[in-house]
């Protein structure tokens, strides 16, 4: 199985801060990799999807990047809605494997 | 609007079975591939099954390979999990999810 080693886990965050959250696959996933984003009890939301597409309605201080095998989800200028928890997900190859998420905190 | 409408979850005791349904509307529900992920309590998301437009193909991960059934009425624009042998690590809010649009989810727990 593909493994998706997300980081950091956890991260203590200020608004206006520019955060990144990086997703390494252990074997090459091509662009098909999504990244969510899910506030407590709810659904998780699509936020890129094929590795740096914007999706609908997401507001444009979000983006998503690759280098090599390492994938990026971006914040810039953070603001108080994104204090939550992300999630990447690979769909390359089955079985489809989730990154163990980013919970983002405020300090 | 899309909208994707999971029912069916509940308490049921281990080694028993259960059927989630997922309603869709809103998209012509034949032409998309439809996937189940689930989330136990306090821990991340987990892909379960997926199902083709057509019902044709099938996937699962292991640990419900031959336990769980992936199945579609295209008809009826929905989308079941048929859940059998539970165990109590398959406790968690299960979603329906076409990538893009996701269910609200649907709590099984699995307990004596």
């Known amino acids: 199985d593909i493994q998706m080693t997300q980081s950091p886990s956890s991260m203590s965050v200020s608004l206006g801060d520019t955060v990144t959250i990086t997703c390494r696959a252990s074997q090459d996933v091509g662009i098909y990799v999504n990244w969510f984003q899910q506030k407590p009890g709810k659904s998780p939301r699509r936020m890129i999807y094929?590795?740096?597409n914007l999706a609908d309605g997401v507001p444009s201080r979000f983006s998503g990047s690759r280098s090599g095998s390492d994938y990026s989800l971006t914040i810039s200028s953070l603001e108080s809605e994104d204090v939550t928890d992300y999630h990447c997900l690979q769909y390359d190859e089955y079985p489809w494997t989730f990154g163990g998420g980013t919970k983002l905190e405020l300090k | 609007e899309v909208q994707l409408v999971e029912s069916g979850g509940g308490l049921v005791q281990p080694g028993r079975s259960m059927k989630l349904s997922c309603a869709a509307s809103g998209f012509t529900f034949s032409n998309y591939g439809m996937a189940w992920v689930r989330q136990a309590p306090t821990k991340g998301l987990e892909w379960v099954a997926t199902?083709?437009?057509?019902?044709?193909?099938?996937y699962y991960r292991d640990s419900v390979k031959g336990r769980f059934t992936i199945s579609r009425d295209n008809a009826k624009s929905t989308l079941y999990l048929q859940m059998n042998s539970l165990r109590s690590e398959d406790t968690a809010t299960y979603y329906c999810?076409?990538?893009?649009?996701w269910g609200q989810g649907v709590m099984v727990t699995v307990s004596s």
């Open positions: 199902i083709s437009y057509d019902g044709s193909s099938t």
């Open positions: 999810t076409r990538a893009r649009y």
């Open positions: 094929r590795a740096t």
